[in-house]
């Protein structure tokens, strides 16, 4: 009866912490270990756990124990739907704690996790789905300290990675969902990375996206594009995965209108062109390519797919630097938003923005000028340089893009319009010396005879 009292106890917050401090936790897990298969004392110690283990310092007291094994123990020989989810609901408590999470991954809670989604699967009774995200739930948590994803992982060979296959293929959504949300954890990891990719998961990605791409799960979407921009982050990856085509597949979801999967799949297509001149020198000429991107630029709902968006349309110059790739942009009417984007307040999007801007003058500037001074680009540019908010790169960058912008005739005399050369003077005594340096260059070449310039 004393236990039942504990258990009881654990109730009331203002005693939790006194049972902890008085040793509960070590004689708990004791019990658990003695009497395993007494089905009172587990239950009611398990009630205990479970009403103690939201403490932090009942999570510390019960990593200096064995409670991982004797709840893998338990979770391996039940099959009452009821005991299932109370062991879950400890387990998933348990899992917040990294020393935990590693003790439960070498004890085999992945079998046995395995083994109920494997037995719940075809199921549709509700306590049966209830026991089925309990675990799957419990699945993700473990993958979330580096330390029980590697052991999970195990090269390629462990139980999850080897179900992963069938969950991404099944009619169950909570499964695909796991499925792809294990692969985005593994991937965390360069050289798992480069193992998966090998191993051929990132076609079992794009066959689960297809069957989302209408009207499906913006979760599972979203999860998949996760995994697959993880999964392209390693240079060999990146190669592997476009020449077997995942860009083109991918862009079958332009047409979706949910602003997370239209945000994922931004990252990810950014992410695979990184360093890739060839690819993105044929996406940036993809007229449905950059329609939708100048759509979702121009996007004032969604902040974050706008600014995704504008960091693509960025990426496909710098990376391209093909003048076939700023006409189509151009035409696209795009180079007013990566004009917009030079003026962010963030200062990552403004350096992206002045550096593509830079290579798009040095590589066609006659072609662009004129949407140059449609969106006002030298007046913008002579703000940014006259914020003392703006960093040091930023207003060198800033400089470099003006110096380019020099070289025409006609946006020279804007610059002199505007007044920038007394903006530069200034800027020539600034602290950093690079931007010192940057200023007194712009200077001379404003100082240059008109006729020594381009039209």
Same mark, same amino acid.
């Given at each position: 009866?004393?236990?039942?009292?504990?258990?009881?106890?654990?109730?009331l917050?203002?005693l939790?912490?006194?049972?902890?401090a008085?040793?509960?936790?070590?004689?708990?897990?004791?019990?658990?270990?003695?009497?395993?298969?007494?089905?009172?004392?587990?239950?009611?110690?398990?009630?205990?756990?479970?009403?103690?283990?939201?403490l932090?310092?009942?999570?510390?007291a019960l990593?200096?124990t064995k409670?991982?094994?004797q709840?893998?123990?338990?979770?391996?020989q039940v099959?009452?739907?009821?005991k299932?989810?109370?062991?879950?609901?400890?387990?998933?408590t348990?899992?917040?704690?990294?020393?935990l999470?590693?003790?439960l991954?070498?004890?085999?809670?992945?079998?046995?996790?395995?083994?109920?989604?494997s037995?719940?699967?075809?199921s549709?009774?509700?306590e049966?789905?209830?026991?089925?995200?309990?675990a799957?739930?419990?699945?993700?948590?473990?993958?979330?300290g580096?330390?029980?994803?590697?052991?999970?992982?195990?090269e390629?060979?462990?139980?999850?990675? +080897?179900s992963v296959?069938?969950?991404?293929?099944?009619?169950?959504?909570?499964?695909?969902?796991?499925g792809?949300?294990a692969i985005a954890?593994?991937?965390?990891?360069?050289?798992?990375?480069?193992?998966?990719? +090998?191993?051929?998961?990132?076609h079992?990605l794009?066959?689960?996206?297809?069957?989302?791409?209408?009207?499906?799960?913006?979760?599972?979407?979203?999860?998949?594009?996760?995994?697959l921009?993880?999964?392209?982050?390693?240079?060999?990856?990146?190669?592997?995965?476009l020449?077997e085509?995942?860009?083109k597949?991918?862009?079958?979801?332009l047409r979706?209108?949910?602003?997370?999967v239209?945000?994922k799949?931004?990252?990810?297509l950014?992410?695979?062109?990184?360093?890739?001149a060839?690819?993105?020198?044929?996406?940036g000429?993809?007229p449905?390519?950059l329609n939708r991107?100048?759509?979702w630029?121009?996007?004032?709902?969604?902040?974050?797919?706008?600014?995704?968006?504008?960091?693509?349309?960025?990426?496909?110059l710098?990376?391209?630097?093909s003048?076939?790739v700023?006409?189509?942009?151009?035409?696209?009417?795009g180079?007013?938003?990566?004009?917009?984007?030079?003026?962010?307040e963030?200062v990552?999007?403004q350096?992206?923005?002045?550096?593509?801007?830079?290579?798009?003058?040095?590589?066609?500037l006659?072609?662009i000028?004129?949407a140059f001074?449609?969106?006002?680009?030298?007046?913008?540019?002579?703000?940014l340089l006259?914020?003392?908010?703006?960093?040091?790169e930023?207003?060198?960058?800033?400089?470099?893009?003006?110096?380019?912008?020099?070289?025409s005739?006609?946006l020279?005399?804007?610059?002199?319009k505007?007044?920038?050369?007394?903006?530069?003077e200034?800027l020539c005594?600034?602290?950093n010396?690079?931007?010192?340096?940057q200023a007194?260059?712009?200077?001379?070449?404003?100082?240059?005879?008109?006729?020594?310039l381009?039209?």
């Amino acid at each position: 009866y004393s236990w039942i009292l504990i258990s009881a106890f654990t109730f009331l917050d203002d005693l939790q912490e006194q049972l902890v401090a008085a040793g509960v936790i070590t004689s708990v897990v004791r019990i658990l270990s003695t009497y395993p298969d007494n089905e009172a004392l587990v239950r009611v110690n398990l009630l205990a756990l479970s009403n103690l283990a939201d403490l932090d310092t009942a999570k510390e007291a019960l990593s200096k124990t064995k409670v991982a094994e004797q709840l893998v123990h338990q979770l391996r020989q039940v099959n009452h739907h009821e005991k299932v989810e109370i062991i879950l609901e400890v387990l998933q408590t348990l899992a917040e704690n990294d020393a935990l999470k590693l003790q439960l991954a070498e004890a085999g809670i992945q079998d046995a996790v395995s083994e109920i989604l494997s037995r719940l699967q075809d199921s549709s009774k509700p306590e049966d789905m209830c026991s089925l995200k309990a675990a799957s739930d419990l699945i993700v948590s473990l993958l979330l300290g580096d330390e029980s994803m590697q052991q999970l992982f195990a090269e390629g060979r462990g139980v999850i990675y +080897q179900s992963v296959g069938t969950w991404l293929a099944s009619k169950h959504t909570q499964l695909q969902l796991t499925g792809a949300l294990a692969i985005a954890n593994f991937a965390r990891n360069d050289s798992n990375c480069v193992r998966m990719v +090998q191993l051929g998961v990132v076609h079992q990605l794009l066959d689960l996206l297809e069957q989302h791409v209408e009207s499906g799960d913006v979760s599972v979407q979203h999860a998949a594009l996760s995994a697959l921009r993880n999964l392209a982050i390693p240079v060999a990856n990146k190669i592997q995965m476009l020449e077997e085509g995942v860009g083109k597949r991918i862009q079958m979801l332009l047409r979706s209108e949910m602003p997370p999967v239209q945000f994922k799949l931004l990252g990810t297509l950014r992410m695979l062109i990184d360093g890739q001149a060839e690819v993105a020198e044929e996406m940036g000429q993809d007229p449905t390519l950059l329609n939708r991107l100048v759509q979702w630029c121009g996007s004032k709902d969604h902040a974050g797919v706008c600014g995704e968006a504008n960091r693509l349309l960025a990426s496909l110059l710098r990376h391209s630097r093909s003048p076939e790739v700023v006409q189509a942009i151009q035409e696209a009417q795009g180079v007013k938003h990566l004009v917009s984007m030079a003026t962010s307040e963030h200062v990552i999007m403004q350096n992206e923005a002045l550096i593509a801007l830079a290579i798009a003058s040095a590589i066609s500037l006659e072609s662009i000028k004129e949407a140059f001074k449609e969106a006002q680009l030298v007046q913008n540019i002579h703000q940014l340089l006259q914020e003392e908010s703006a960093g040091p790169e930023v207003k060198y960058n800033a400089i470099g893009l003006l110096c380019s912008l020099l070289n025409s005739a006609e946006l020279r005399q804007e610059a002199e319009k505007d007044q920038v050369t007394g903006t530069l003077e200034t800027l020539c005594g600034h602290s950093n010396g690079n931007v010192a340096k940057q200023a007194l260059m712009a200077l001379q070449i404003l100082n240059e005879e008109p006729s020594l310039l381009g039209p």
